[in-house]
């Protein structure tokens, strides 16, 4: 696997179920993020992991927990999503020492949709 | 804040058609600037992408062009294919170190 995977690509849940997003980048990268893409809006940043310690969480509600073991993995854990949620969720990694200004390199995204 | 405008789609064009996507950003600083590519049901690509005024960021015959007297990343390509067919995000990283989109552009290129 070269890149950025992510599973599943596909993911249909119910308000009370409890599911998980996983992300893995093979590029040797320091830096891990979660965006969420609805239709519509621009591409909303969540969260931000840099050397496995979150340094961004943009106001994201609760529901949505994210899980970071080390440099390479990424999840997303969720947990009574209400249909609002149902968008794009994209996984991207970055490498440097400023890895803020790191170019991101982009996962395929799970689409996920809340019934 | 940062902020990016690309110009409203969608965009329809024929095959071997001139492309042009606008984008103009409002940043603090000197910001890096990107076109990103999304093909129908997948993730983003990084198309191209420039770190100061008067780069050119060049990739799959796209170009665009960083100015920053008028603060513009214009994506252009000469001749476009079915291929194409694709969201076009604008996108910088400045001041606040955050990547900020711009809203997309969808192109569908006919045969």
């Known amino acids: 696997e070269t890149g950025v995977t992510q599973t599943p690509r596909h993911l249909v849940m119910g308000m009370t179920n409890k599911k998980s997003l996983k992300c893995e980048q093979h590029?040797?990268?320091?830096?891990m993020y979660w965006y969420k893409q609805s239709a519509k809006k621009p591409l909303e940043l969540m969260f931000v992991y840099n050397f496995k310690e979150q340094t961004e969480n943009n106001s994201v509600p609760s529901r949505f927990s994210p899980e970071c073991p080390n440099s390479s993995h990424l999840f997303l854990h969720l947990h009574t999503l209400q249909p609002e949620d149902s968008a794009l969720y994209l996984c991207?990694?970055?490498?440097?020492?400023?890895?803020?200004?790191?170019?991101?390199?982009f996962g395929p995204g799970t689409r996920l949709t809340v019934l | 804040g940062d902020s990016v405008t690309q110009m409203e789609g969608p965009v329809t064009l024929s095959e071997e058609a001139f492309l042009t996507i606008n984008c103009t950003y409002t940043?603090?600083?000197?910001?890096?600037l990107f076109w990103y590519v999304q093909y129908p049901g997948e993730g983003l690509q990084l198309l191209l992408k420039?770190?100061?005024?008067?780069d050119k960021g060049s990739n799959k015959g796209f170009e665009a062009t960083y100015r920053k007297e008028t603060t513009s990343f214009h994506l252009e390509k000469g001749s476009v294919q079915v291929s194409d067919s694709a969201v076009y995000f604008c996108a910088l990283q400045g001041g606040s170190e955050k990547l900020v989109f711009g809203k997309g552009t969808k192109l569908t290129v006919n045969p």
């Open positions: 590029l040797g990268h320091n830096a």
């Open positions: 991207a990694s970055s490498q440097g020492t400023d890895w803020r200004r790191g170019t991101q390199y």
């Open positions: 420039a770190t100061k005024a008067d």
């Open positions: 940043a603090t600083g000197y910001p890096s």
